[in-house]
């Protein structure tokens, strides 16, 4: 009996593929009888052909209600004949005004390693309409990459409505219990908030973004789980995906009377249309997956998937750790000068900081946000010489030197609008709306194409910058295009070609995705760029709720964590230094605290918690994360509690926001460490050169006992770092 290997393996006499991974298998069939390409089975590991019935046929009809066609498994269901489900894929044929498809398997194809297939499927009359499925494999992250090809050819022009990537089928539970689906929401700085949905036989979800950006409304995630407490460990199986779309996108969640649950995904189908003739059309990768870990599992798999498949061309050390960053937006805000952040930069050399970023405010009249977006030339008056004297110091202070952009903006008070009133998007008779006083430029357009890069390169390349910083704070509206309908999809296509010329003309600088936060970290821009700005929310006591969510798609070495002031909104909160280090120990440490209004001994706290983040970064950047706690408002228990491991090291995060009943805590129970070995455990709470304590506890203790933290009985938002480490 064959047994089969990581991989796509091929049965010949049942024209199925079987689709292995480490841990587990996904398997598709032909329907001899119709030409349908049906899913068979998705969940743990299989091991032979002989694990599922491969009798890949359409199951018996229930009644002349109820098509058989409509609850198929179908791995690319289309509108068209007695399907009333959810579809893929709707267009027009202009020569006969036909509205529906009928696409049949004509082909399969698998590449020479086995980790890549392709089906192309084509429409039974119209046959120039072909439709390409690709299936990638990431074996080790237990994942499944769909992509598609629309392909129009000979003369027939193709009219799409819609145009989605893939269809994935869950089975109901073996149980009696009952799923939910896992959801990040949001808004401006309340971005990525875990939401949990009961998924209702006979209803449908969708989660969605219109605004011409992923956005911080809606993330394009999902995860089904059983409905098991909050689902984080091995309590529980999780299917979950996420879509790499830097645009408008959809998913809808169609479960069915017998809890079967249909998910599909892509470009939102919201004024959506294109006009395909002899030419094909790209659609944007889906990756899901399973794990029988929970939601911990599911994090793992997706994250180090996105550091492992970094786009190549394009991101240079996709395992390098992040550098220790210092924004001086919050100390100077508009009022940029040389002689400030030459300053500036010289106290931030002696933190410890390793890049230092120059943010808004550089360029040509911009005194606030009324003025200069789009006049991307350094301001006379602010930096008499340019920007390449700020850089030189920040070069010779040992430091990278960065640069804040917002490219696809532009002020009405600018003499880039001034000239050319029409490079933005608009309607000849309609309102053009501002927000933040800005217009979004219609960068479909090659000229305005033209006028950014040489703007950006030349400006990178004379002033010697490093890294940019590319934000955009503002969604899409009159959207009005030589493109009609299809501008939703051009703007993300030129989007990604401007992120491509920037970094293939400047050796790759590294780059930042922000969108007033977090409004663009989709799975694509995640692949293209070394850094994510997750919220414009700095507060502690936020962003622990913010990064939880965040982690399920961001890895640790891309998710900016800031350290800033103690909340000025709030003068009534006090927040120590050591509890805001803490929560920006969970990625890449970013400082953004006004230096200037720090004390000698508060300068010397934060040059403290530096110096030990960067002891402690390669496990907490690179290492695998787990949530011990979820984030919590409990007063009677740990606000949250992360574990991050990597080797035979661990560090360990635990956080509690209030007390006010002085209760003692629990010892914390750890995970994964080996139970027979001993472990050197080195704790720090509010003094980042004095432990808190010392000693030697087994693996056993930490997992089953647990580790006691004192330390976090009586004050409001107390907090402690963990380094634990194997002996030999």
Not at 162 to 182: D, F, G, M, Y
Not at 304 to 315: C, E, F, M, P, Q
Request: with cysteine; aromatic share 10%; net charge negative.
């Amino acid at each position: 009996m064959l047994i089969l290997k990581p991989g796509i393996s091929y049965h010949k006499g049942k024209h199925a593929w079987f689709l292995s991974t480490k841990n587990t298998s996904y398997a598709i069939g032909v329907d001899v009888n119709t030409g349908l390409v049906l899913n068979l089975y998705w969940g743990s590991r299989l091991v032979t052909f002989t694990d599922i019935d491969l009798d890949n046929k359409l199951a018996p009809e229930r009644s002349s209600q109820d098509p058989a066609i409509t609850s198929a498994c179908e791995e690319f269901p289309v509108f068209g004949g007695l399907r009333y489900g959810p579809d893929l894929l709707r267009v027009q044929f202009e020569s006969n005004k036909t509205r529906e498809l009928d696409l049949v398997y004509t082909d399969g194809e698998l590449n020479d390693d086995k980790t890549e297939l392709v089906i192309t499927l084509e429409d039974k009359v119209h046959t120039a309409c072909r439709i390409k499925l690709k299936y990638a494999l990431d074996i080790e992250n237990d994942l499944i990459i769909r992509s598609a090809t629309i392909h129009a050819g000979g003369n027939e022009t193709l009219v799409l409505t819609k145009a989605h990537t893939a269809a994935w089928h869950i089975p109901p539970p073996a149980s009696s219990c009952q799923r939910e689906l896992v959801t990040l929401a949001g808004a401006w700085a309340a971005e990525t908030q875990v939401q949990t949905h009961s998924l209702e036989p006979g209803t449908s979800q969708v989660l969605q973004s219109t605004r011409g950006i992923p956005s911080a409304q809606a993330y394009p995630y999902f995860a089904v789980k059983d409905q098991v407490s909050d689902g984080e460990h091995n309590d529980c199986e999780v299917y979950f995906g996420s879509l790499g779309w830097s645009g408008n996108w959809a998913i809808e969640l169609h479960t069915d009377i017998r809890g079967n649950v249909a998910i599909t995904g892509g470009m939102n189908d919201r004024d959506f249309e294109h006009r395909l003739n002899n030419t094909r059309f790209e659609l944007p990768e889906f990756v899901a997956g399973f794990t029988a870990e929970g939601l911990s599992g599911a994090r793992k798999c997706l994250t180090n998937h996105i550091r492992d498949r970094k786009d190549r061309l394009l991101v240079k050390h996709p395992h390098d750790v992040a550098p220790v960053l210092y924004n001086g937006w919050e100390a100077y805000d508009f009022r940029v000068t040389f002689e400030n952040q030459k300053e500036m930069a010289q106290k931030a050399a002696n933190l410890g900081a390793e890049l230092f970023v120059l943010d808004d405010g550089w360029f040509h009249k911009r005194n606030s946000d009324n003025a200069g977006l789009g006049d991307w030339f350094a301001d006379s008056a602010k930096f008499p010489n340019g920007l390449k004297p700020l850089a030189d110091h920040v070069h010779h202070l040992g430091m990278l030197f960065g640069l804040w952009f917002e490219p696809e903006m532009v002020n009405p008070d600018s003499d880039l609008y001034r000239h050319h009133p029409d490079w933005v998007y608009h309607y000849p008779d309609r309102t053009r709306h501002l927000e933040r006083n800005q217009l979004v430029l219609d960068i479909t357009k090659e000229e305005v194409q033209d006028y950014l890069l040489e703007r950006i390169i030349s400006t990178v390349k004379s002033a010697g910058v490093d890294y940019i910083k590319w934000d955009m704070n503002r969604p899409i509206s009159e959207a009005g295009s030589q493109f009609g309908k299809a501008v939703w999809t051009e703007h993300v296509n030129a989007f990604n070609h401007l992120i491509s010329k920037v970094k293939e003309a400047t050796g790759l600088i590294r780059i930042e995705t922000c969108c007033s936060g977090g409004g663009r970290a989709d799975l694509s821009i995640l692949k293209k760029t070394e850094s994510c700005w997750p919220s414009d929310n700095t507060r502690p006591d936020a962003r622990i709720i913010i990064q939880y969510g965040a982690s399920f798609i961001m890895p640790a070495n891309a998710m900016s964590c800031w350290v800033t002031d103690s909340p000025s909104d709030d003068p009534f909160t006090n927040i120590p230094i050591s509890y805001r280090f803490h929560v920006s120990f969970m990625g890449a440490l970013g400082i953004g605290s006004n230096l200037n209004g720090l004390s000698d001994n508060e300068l010397e706290e934060y040059r403290g918690w530096i110096s030990l983040y960067k002891e402690l970064r390669d496990v907490l950047q690179m290492g695998q994360l787990d949530w011990l706690v979820v984030p919590t408002s409990k007063p009677s228990a740990y606000t949250a509690v992360t574990q991050t491991t990597k080797d035979n090291t661990a560090v360990v995060l635990a956080f509690r926001q209030n007390s006010p009943f002085w209760l003692p805590l629990r010892p914390i129970r750890l995970r994964g460490l080996t139970a027979c070995a001993l472990y050197d455990v080195c704790i720090w709470s509010r003094d980042p050169k004095q432990p808190a304590f010392t000693g030697i506890m087994s693996g056993s203790a930490l997992m089953n006992k647990g580790l006691d933290l004192p330390y976090l009985t009586s004050k409001a938002y107390s907090s402690v770092v963990a380094h634990l480490v194997q002996k030999a």
